[in-house]
């Protein structure tokens, strides 16, 4: 089942619109590879948001955020970070229970969603 969301999402992103992807990961949890809860995928006013950057989850100083370069979940060498361009243990993207992608810069892993391009979405 795992495989078969996976699949349905790559064919998805490769032919949805950037909005269309946004809508499909909005409301998503963000779960570290050691099952540390690293936020949501919401609009910037949401506590829980990656995108509030005065909330835990998305400050550059929060410890659980992955805009903190200096912590675990976010240096370009922390292998649970998804700013690490060779991890194969990423962030994933959990929404309903499923996993739906992976939180990622690296390109070579299935289903990649990068956190820039998050920031590049609007949710309401």
Known sequence: ???IIITLLICISATASASEVCS???GASIIA???TYLGK???EYDS???LNEYGTYGSEYSVDSIWNEYGPYGGEY???SPFNEYTSTPPVLVKDGRSIAHL???KYLQAPVSPHFIKTCSFY
């Open 1 to 3: 089942m795992k495989k």
């Open 33 to 35: 590879n050691d099952g």
């Open 104 to 106: 990622t810069v690296n």
């Open 48 to 50: 829980d948001s990656i």
């Open 41 to 43: 995928v919401a609009n």
């Open 78 to 80: 922390s292998v649970n």
């Open 24 to 26: 499909i990961i909005a």
